[in-house]
């Protein structure tokens, strides 16, 4: 389940909010109304981490996630690397069950979103 991760940036304009849970992380960048301009997803499964990415102005992004950990020996900086689409059917799955005891509102408006580009309006 998604916990709220508290972080010192509340007295910027522009608000990021962090939600962890054990297997997916949920970033949520609002602006001074509050109003969600963008999220970004962040999931296991049995491939990998892979990313979802939205933005008001330019839609969704769909990434698979290299952590750079290939070999113990050197330790790069993980770097998103652009894919089609992701597993829909895992992700609001997993999604709809790691948000089920969260916030109401800023998961409806993402899940709402994830629905809409699986779906159509």
């Given amino acids: 389940m998604f916990v709220e991760v508290s972080g010192k940036d509340d007295q910027r304009i522009e608000r ?6 054990s297997r997916a992380d949920l970033y949520l960048w609002q602006n001074a109304s ?6 970004e997803y962040c999931y296991r499964n049995e ?23 290939a070999t113990p020996l050197k330790n790069n900086t993980p770097i998103c690397i652009a894919n089609n689409s992701p ?10 069950k790691e948000s089920s005891t969260a916030d109401a509102e800023p998961f409806q408006f993402v899940f709402y979103k994830l629905l809409t ?5």
Avoid: M, N, P, Q
Avoid at 87 to 96: A, K, Q, S
Avoid at 117 to 121: M, Q, T, Y
């Fill in 16 to 21: 990021r909010r962090w939600f962890t849970s």
């Fill in 87 to 96: 597993d829909w059917g895992y992700l609001l799955r997993l999604f709809y």
């Fill in 34 to 39: 509050g109003d969600i301009e963008s999220f």
């Fill in 47 to 69: 491939f990998g981490e892979k990313s979802v990415r939205w933005h008001y102005d330019s839609g969704f992004e769909f990434a698979d996630i290299d952590d750079g950990e």
């Fill in 117 to 121: 580009e699986v779906f159509g309006s």
